[in-house]
């Protein structure tokens, strides 16, 4: 592959069509073992509609916001398929909002998300994939397996954290479009386990050409060598 990325897919037709199947906010802060000490994991599916703003869904609440809060993470989304493949593996269900989700969705990945890539959900709100949840000893404890670090972390199906470009008001069952695909083609689940050289030079070019930012924990992950080459 070379190094120029493929035109964007930016169309009046979406890129692909999928379904919010929940919008979950916490259900009651619970005591943890970590160093903040509580933690706002535990979500649940609301009805109705719901607000959504800048900085996450009203009346959710993120309580370490260094790794889960701010504007490149105000939402976080995961997949219905990845969730059911969770729930063999791990012999249990796993609901709307167990793995501290924001939005279940189907029809659309999660973890294979191209970063940059904007979703519309039901008529008005647009959000932006930015960067991967990084699963912690918290997101262990809730679900009681000691070791679910480490097998997520094998496996990367790790769901993404979206921008808020526009806000509005969403609920359970709204069509989810992907209004537009950047080109460079780098996922998710690539930059959890680490970009390559290549990657991260497409990750850069498209940067240059489109003037469209790349989140700092996205930048963080970054060979130095391909950062160092676009300066």
């Known amino acids: 592959m070379g190094l120029s990325a493929d035109i964007d897919q930016d169309q009046s037709t979406p890129v692909a ?11 009651a802060l619970k005591p943890d073992a970590g160093a903040v000490g509580i933690t706002a994991i535990d979500k649940r599916p609301l009805e109705g509609p719901v607000k959504v703003r800048k900085i996450g869904l009203y009346a959710d609440v993120q309580v370490d916001r260094e790794h889960h809060g701010g504007y490149d993470q105000a939402l976080y989304a995961y997949c219905s398929a990845e969730a059911e493949r969770w ?14 989700e924001n939005l279940r969705v189907s029809g659309v990945e999660t973890s294979d ?25 918290t997101f262990a404890r809730h679900l009681e397996e000691a070791d679910l670090v480490a097998r997520f972390t094998e496996r990367a199906d790790i769901g993404c954290f979206l921008k808020v470009i526009r806000p509005g008001k969403i609920h359970a069952g709204d069509e989810l479009a992907v209004l537009s695909r950047p080109g460079h083609g780098v ?34 992950t970054l060979p130095e060598s391909a950062a160092e080459t676009r300066h």
């Open 187 to 220: 996922r998710i689940r690539d930059v959890f386990r680490g970009p390559t050289y290549e990657q991260a030079q497409l990750l850069l070019e498209h940067r240059e050409r489109s003037g469209q930012g790349i989140p700092d924990k996205v930048l963080r």
């Open 87 to 100: 729930g063999k593996e791990l012999g249990r269900e796993i609901p709307a909002g167990l793995f501290g």
């Open 17 to 27: 069509i999928g379904r919010l199947e929940a919008v979950c906010v916490v259900h």
């Open 113 to 137: 998300a191209v970063v940059g890539e904007r979703w519309q959900l039901g008529s008005r709100v647009i959000v932006e994939v930015t960067c991967p949840r990084i699963p912690c000893s």
